[in-house]
């Protein structure tokens, strides 16, 4: 694969859209001269992916139909992959991508499905060449939140994003070959970009 897959994950709150789109402003604009930046994230917005989206909204209750919404996730990930990332990565572009299985072993994992085994569901699935995992204490993520939205999904409590951001901190241990990279983004966004942009420059060169 020619391209380069990097990976933007964190908690609800974390900034991780605002560092997704820094990003590709800088790699766009940059001397370096990157032509194809491709933006996108998980769930999408089509097939499994719509569904996702419209149970996210009306369902209150994060603990029911984990595994339904499990298999739904995967399903929209492959598709992901094969309609979109692997393509993209074969025309030399950078891929930008908002979530990836990450989530699933971190978000999921909270629902009650047991973390080795959505590590083996996705064990044949394209590995990223970079994971930025942007860590933020969940009282600084909850006050992004409420800043910045009217309604709260139902992963947007103080306890949730507790448990799921001691998830991501745990990730290593459960892929200790993948190159997950951990970043404080408690700070503003200008900060955090400064070390967002030193690890995507060593992936690049
Ligand atoms: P977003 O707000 O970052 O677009 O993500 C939508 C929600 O979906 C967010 O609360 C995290 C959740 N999610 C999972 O639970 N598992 C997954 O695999 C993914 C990709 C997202």
Not at 104 to 116: F, M
């Amino acid at each position: 694969m020619v391209g380069k897959f990097i990976v933007f994950e964190g908690t609800d709150g974390s900034g991780k859209g605002t560092m997704l789109a820094k990003t590709a402003e800088w790699l766009f604009n940059s001397s370096i001269g990157h032509d194809k930046i491709v933006l996108t994230r998980e769930p999408t917005f089509s097939g499994p992916g719509s569904q996702i989206r419209k149970a996210l909204k009306s369902d209150k209750e994060p603990m029911t139909k984990a595994k339904q919404l499990l298999s739904l996730y995967f399903e929209d990930r492959k598709e992901h992959i094969d309609k979109l990332i692997k393509p993209a990565l074969q025309l030399g572009s950078i891929v930008l991508c908002d979530r990836y299985k990450y989530s699933t072993i971190c978000y999921q994992q909270a629902q009650g499905i047991p973390v080795e085994s959505i590590v083996a569901m996705h064990k044949r699935l394209l590995v990223p060449d970079l994971v930025l995992v942007l860590d933020v204490d969940p009282k600084v993520a909850m006050k992004r939140i409420r800043a910045s939205r009217s309604s709260i999904e139902k992963f947007e409590k103080d306890f949730f994003l507790g448990e799921i951001r001691q998830n991501y901190l745990n990730l290593k241990k459960a892929l200790p070959d993948e190159p997950i990279k951990f970043i404080d983004a408690n700070a503003e966004p200008d900060e955090v970009f400064l070390k967002v942009k030193k690890e995507i420059a060593k992936v690049l060169k």
